[in-house]
T-cell receptor, first 112, second 115 residues
Framework: GEDVEQSLFLSVREGDSSVINCTYTDSSSTYLYWYKQEPGAGLQLLTYIFSNMDMKQDQRLTVLLNKKDKHLSLRIADTQTGDSAIYFCAEITSGGYNKLIFGAGTRLAVHP | NAGVTQTPKFQVLKTGQSMTLQCAQDMNHNSMYWYRQDPGMGLRLIYYSASEGTTDKGEVPNGYNVSRLNKREFSLRLESAAPSQTSVYFC??????????????FGPGTRLTVT
């Protein structure tokens, strides 16, 4: 079945790099997404990658996709306290409408 | 341009009471969604509406009903609330044809407690 898994918690020091990992199961997913949720707010799209790409870079964010292992990662360079949030990995499935399957979310805590 | 709005922001219900969560979007999107978020479980799809006039069940539809009132509005109704429905509810909308990547835009959420 469809499933997206990610670790629940990550703690990093301010200025270090953060790497959040995710595994997914639907090999037919056309897009994979990273959403960010700040405390008390809804989810906001952070970045996405098309399935025929291996890497996408967007300022401090780098997304790596390993299709063979169905592994997705999000690297945040020079992590700041404002990056503290929950990060959700999601895949889009086929089948008539664009259904997103979310992971449980990784809570990133940035400390001085 | 307000995006996706939800009302109310907070609600406390007693077991057996009913209520309707309201959602509206001003982006002219065809598709709208209702999710619930529980600790450690990510977001689970309750119902979705691919276009005006259509609704379909998602992953966890039991205990809920929905209405796609028009293209802008998509409401979620709890007919007889149960403590297991204590959760944070998010509405989202997206375009589902034409230009990718079909980003879903989320509302701020409704925090519901059922006692």
């Amino acid at each position: 079945g469809e499933d997206v898994e990610q670790s629940l918690f990550l703690s990093v020091r301010e200025g270090d790099s953060s790497v959040i990992n995710c595994t997914y199961t639907d090999s037919s997913s056309t897009y994979l997404y990273w959403y960010k949720q700040e405390p008390g707010a809804g989810l906001q799209l952070l970045t996405y990658i098309f399935s025929n790409m291996d890497m996408k870079q967007d300022q401090r964010l780098t997304v790596l996709l390993n299709k063979k292992d169905k592994h997705l990662s999000l690297r945040i360079a020079d992590t700041q306290t404002g990056d503290s949030a929950i990060y959700f990995c999601a895949e889009i499935t086929s089948g008539g409408y664009n259904k997103l399957i979310f992971g449980a979310g990784t809570r990133l805590a940035v400390h001085p | 341009n307000a995006g996706v709005t939800q009302t109310p922001k907070f609600q406390v219900l007693k077991t057996g009471q009913s209520m309707t969560l309201q959602c509206a979007q001003d982006m002219n999107h065809n598709s709208m969604y209702w999710y619930r978020q529980d600790p450690g479980m990510g977001l689970r799809l309750i119902y979705y509406s691919a276009s005006e006039g259509t609704t379909d069940k998602g992953e966890v539809p039991n205990g809920y009903n929905v209405s796609r009132l028009n293209k802008r509005e998509f409401s979620l109704r709890l007919e007889s609330a149960a403590p297991s429905q204590t959760s944070v509810y998010f509405c989202a909308s997206s375009e589902t044809s034409g230009r990718s990547p079909y980003e879903q835009y989320f509302g701020p959420g409704t925090r519901l407690t059922v006692t």
